[in-house]
């Protein structure tokens, strides 16, 4: 089974979290996100955004198999964020702080889920634009922006090779095997990405 990325990729539709403003989607983010850093100790604010996070996938067009795939899909980060924080914290201080953590992933994934890539960067370039007198360059920013959310694919695309050639060779092992040949890879792509822009006249 292919794995699920942590922030998916966006899927065309006409739900009504499809139709809503992205400023409007970006301000309910913003939103949630100050609220459960400031109310880190606030129960009620994790639990309104969880449900915040599965009925909005759910009113996305997403089945509930869909949904609990994506949730299986973050579970070497639950792993990864609960393993250290038990030696420090109790078991309750650290659950809280992995359900902040994992429904502010999953409200990001349903905001890239039922936005285009375009739609994001135009609200970027038009958020930055009042920073242009401050040497911001909103354009510069929007391409940046834009590469690494391409790349993202890419990235993942690159990983399948990976695990399909070791595979091929009958090789075993966890996740970490993958780790340096993925940052050659990667490396490679990065480097090949700013040769094609510096083409371009693109500093």
Request: charged content about 15%; proline content about 6%; aromatic content about 4%.
């Amino acid at each position: 089974m292919a794995s699920t990325p942590l922030i998916p990729l966006h899927r065309p539709g006409d739900s009504p979290v499809h139709r809503m403003p992205v400023s409007a989607k970006f301000a309910v983010l913003l939103v949630l996100a100050l609220a459960l850093s400031l109310r880190r100790e606030d129960p009620w604010i994790v639990a309104a955004a969880w449900a915040l996070a599965v009925l909005g996938h759910l009113a996305s067009g997403a089945t509930a198999v869909a949904l609990l795939h994506r949730l299986w899909g973050l579970r070497w980060l639950v792993l990864l964020l609960t393993v250290p924080q038990l030696i420090f914290l109790s078991g309750a201080e650290t659950a809280l702080n992995v359900a902040r953590v994992t429904a502010l992933i999953l409200l990001a994934g349903l905001l890239t889920l039922t936005t285009s890539t375009e739609a994001v960067l135009d609200a970027v370039e038009r958020a930055l634009h009042p920073l242009r007198r401050l040497g911001v360059d909103p354009e510069r920013v929007s391409l940046a922006l834009s590469l690494t959310i391409r790349s993202v694919p890419t990235i993942l695309g690159f990983h399948a090779e990976i695990r399909q050639a070791q595979r091929a060779r009958g090789a075993r092992g966890g996740p970490w095997t993958t780790i340096m040949p993925l940052l050659v890879m990667t490396l490679r792509h990065a480097e090949r990405t700013a040769e094609a822009l510096t083409a371009r006249g693109v500093r």
